[in-house]
């Protein structure tokens, strides 16, 4: 609905005085949900993702209806809370995840035994910043309508999703029982809004040859974030024979193993999406090993392929470099390894500019993987996407979040990373990170993805206040959809 200037005021009145009451109560109930270890992992019986995300789904189900909402169950694969009586099930969706990357490592405190700072401003834990804490903010939100018996056309269906982290196997199945909401917002991003997302290619290489010297190695969790951790696990050779090929090198560290020597490597994690800056711990390992010169033929041509394609993280060694204006650089990141056999498994990240030429890419690739020597597991695009600026209900979301912010000059923004909004008909990602949000670390450490992550509490409550207003004043626009 329109507000006028009055009805403004006074809306804005009632959410600051209302925010302020719950502040305590939100920091609670987004502490109790990030004391669950919510890593999506492999089934297990009827848990699609897990003991870890059925955990966390049942949690957010039994917090949702101690506030009065009705909640639906989507097989284990995901949840929803739902306020509203539209007789068509017709609905605004709040899209979070509730699954986690996993903790790593380089942590002050329990990653999963939230700390608050002694001012009240920051709250640590895995899930803080990314992405439980902004579904708390959907969650009060609808508190807030139904409160204060605020009652809009459409329906607000908050969906808590458990595999955002690992692909976004948890949305097609959603889609599958209910009905898509007719417009999403995505709480996994910055406002005002992200009206456009890069496109992905989701790889997976073998490259054969390996030799029995090479045990094991292992690097990276989650496809989508630089590892900062890594080992292998090299038989044939001493701890000391290492140590001194090895000198002063650092980030690396070796110690007995009962199969041989283990080459510990630690690197600086981000979100694969921004790898300025990171260390990749699997690039870290491969030096160590072509350096200890414990590996030979070809293993050790292997290890030379390996470590020159986790050394950059533009598409050089692939010939896929491109850019544009409106999204910046493609970027490839190695971030997962493994030993399977005789083979070394690969996983790249790779995200491509919104304008990029898609058939090139996805023939390029192809052909210069194999030059290299890449078998071809998986290769597949998720294309990227974008709303135009002048899309009506896109000019609300970029009108509400200035206006409540006391930000005017806030742009639009294109996302590097990818949200459940590619996975929707008629989403976005809208917040919750408000653009001014203090690093405290800079960007060593502290966001999502990254050890001491955090949520900035007072943005917190700000955006609470964003999403009520624009729940209300996308209301007729979306309904007219």
């Keep these: 609905m329109t507000l006028t200037k009055e009805q403004k005021e006074k809306l804005n009145a009632e959410l600051d005085q209302w925010v302020e009451a719950h502040r305590e109560e939100y920091i609670k109930d987004v502490s109790d949900l990030c004391r669950i270890r919510s890593v999506s992992e492999e089934a297990v019986g009827d848990k699609p993702f897990g003991e870890g995300c059925y955990e966390m789904l049942m949690a957010s189900f039994r917090l949702a ?5 009705s909640t639906k169950n989507y097989d284990n694969y995901c949840g929803s809370a739902i306020y509203g009586d539209n007789p ?8 979070a995840h509730m699954d986690i990357v996993p903790e790593g490592n380089g942590w002050t405190h329990d990653p999963f035994d939230p700390y608050l700072s002694e001012d009240g401003k920051y709250l640590f834990g895995r899930g803080t910043a990314d992405d439980k804490a902004p579904a ?14 605020i009652h809009l056309k459409n329906n607000i269906m908050l969906v808590f999703g458990l595999n955002e982290e690992k692909g976004s196997a948890d949305m097609p199945e959603f889609l599958k029982r209910e009905k898509a909401p007719k417009w999403s917002l995505v709480p996994d991003s910055k406002f ?3 009206h456009a997302e890069i496109g992905f290619i989701r790889a997976k290489f073998a490259v054969p040859g390996l030799g029995d010297e090479l045990v094991d190695i292992h690097g990276g969790e989650a496809t989508n974030s630089v590892p900062d951790r890594a080992y292998a696990v090299v038989s044939g050779c001493t701890v000391d024979e290492v140590r001194e090929k090895l000198g002063d090198m650092e980030r690396i560290t070796v110690e007995e193993d009962e199969k041989g020597v283990r080459f510990l490597a630690t690197g600086n994690s981000q979100h694969a ?15 160590a090993l072509l350096k200890a010169e414990v590996l030979h033929g070809k293993t050790r041509e292997v290890m030379e392929l390996f470590e020159k394609l986790t050394s950059h993280y533009y598409g050089e060694d692939l010939g896929i470099c491109c850019e544009d204006e409106m999204s910046g650089k493609l970027t490839c990141v190695f971030t997962w390894v493994r030993k399977e056999q005789d083979k070394l498994i690969l996983k790249p990240d790779i995200r491509y500019p919104v304008t990029a030429d898609q058939k090139f890419l996805m023939d390029t690739l192809p052909q210069n993987a194999q030059k290299l020597g890449l078998e071809i597991l998986d290769l597949s695009n998720n294309p990227a996407f974008h709303f135009p600026l002048d899309h009506p209900v896109v000019e609300k979301l970029i009108e509400v979040p200035r206006e409540v912010l006391g930000m005017p000059d806030i742009p639009p923004i294109v996302l590097a990373g990818g949200t459940y909004a590619r996975s929707l008909p008629n989403a976005v990602s809208f917040g919750v990170t408000v653009p001014d949000r203090v690093r405290l670390f800079g960007f060593e450490k502290g966001g999502a993805h990254q050890a001491d992550e955090y949520g900035d509490i007072p943005n917190l409550m700000r955006s609470i206040k964003v999403y009520v207003r624009t729940l209300i004043e996308i209301d007729d626009i979306v309904a007219d959809l």
């Design 192 to 194: 005002p809004v992200g």
């Design 273 to 287: 999406s921004r790898p300025a800056g990171a260390v990749n711990a699997n690039n870290v390992l491969a030096r």
């Design 65 to 69: 209806e101690s506030y009065g909402f």
């Design 136 to 149: 708390m903010v959907g969650l009060y939100a609808m508190r807030f309508l139904k409160e204060h018996d």
């Design 88 to 95: 068509n099930g017709d609905s605004i969706g709040i899209i």
